[in-house]
């Protein structure tokens, strides 16, 4: 069981480019969740989503765009990178909130 | 205000010791309370949850929970260095007031010295 897969592990952005931060579950889990983690801080939410074509807002959505056309992906989206969106992203899963969410490995991003 | 608030440590204890870790947290009506193990470098990963106030127990780890004094600490007896991680403390159904999100404390840092 692969769990929660993410790509890129890291990347280099240029200020102004766009890139898309693929995630993807193997369990099934309705709900997906993508986190971004700046140094020595916890987990800051982005987005989620409760299941294929339901997406919501979580505290630091600004900048970012998401999608849910499957059960199995939830794509971030960065559409003009700036140096604040340096971070780790993680995304998560769970089959409910109330429940464990699984982590994938992340993706580490840096803006110049 | 800080809706889940840790002390970030770091926090050294010798090896065999227990460390103790706490948590406070802003909103009353939180149901659902989790501890996650984070290694430098890599993801989180869950260590306990706990629902109802009291202790759970699981092998070296203890979570104890008190609703009423909005608390939650993370207990764990024999420290070994393998235990050297951030632990962030993890509670559901604050923010936005939706039950759907969990809110990270900033993590302690702990060291277990050999």
């Known amino acids: 069981n692969a769990g929660v897969t993410q790509t890129p592990k890291f990347r280099i952005l240029k200020i102004g480019q766009s890139m898309t931060l693929q995630c993807t579950q193997d369990m099934n889990h309705n709900y997906m969740y993508w986190y971004r983690q700046d140094p020595g801080m916890g987990l800051k939410l982005i987005y989620y989503s409760v299941g294929a074509g339901i997406t919501d807002k979580g505290e630091v959505p600004n900048g970012y765009n998401v999608s849910r056309s499957t059960t199995e992906d939830f794509p971030l989206r960065l559409e003009l990178a700036a140096p604040s969106q340096t971070s780790v992203y993680f995304c998560?899963?769970?089959?409910?909130?109330?429940?464990?969410?699984?982590f994938g490995p992340g993706t580490r991003l840096l803006v110049l | 205000q800080k809706e889940v608030e840790q002390n970030s440590g770091p926090l050294s204890v010798p090896e065999g010791a227990i460390a103790s870790l706490n948590c406070t947290y802003s909103?009353?009506?939180?149901?659902?309370f989790f501890w996650y193990r984070q290694y430098s470098g890599k993801s989180p990963e869950l260590i306990m949850s706990i629902y109802s106030n009291g202790d759970k127990e699981d092998g070296r780890f203890t979570a104890q929970l008190n609703k009423a004094s909005q608390y939650v600490s993370l207990l764990i007896r024999d420290s070994q260095p393998s235990d050297s991680a951030t632990y962030l403390c993890a509670v559901n159904g604050l923010s936005s007031g939706s039950a759907r999100q969990l809110t990270f404390g900033s993590g302690t840092q702990l060291t277990v010295l050999p």
């Open positions: 998560a899963s769970s089959f409910v909130p109330e429940e464990t969410q699984y």
């Open positions: 909103d009353r009506v939180s149901q659902s």
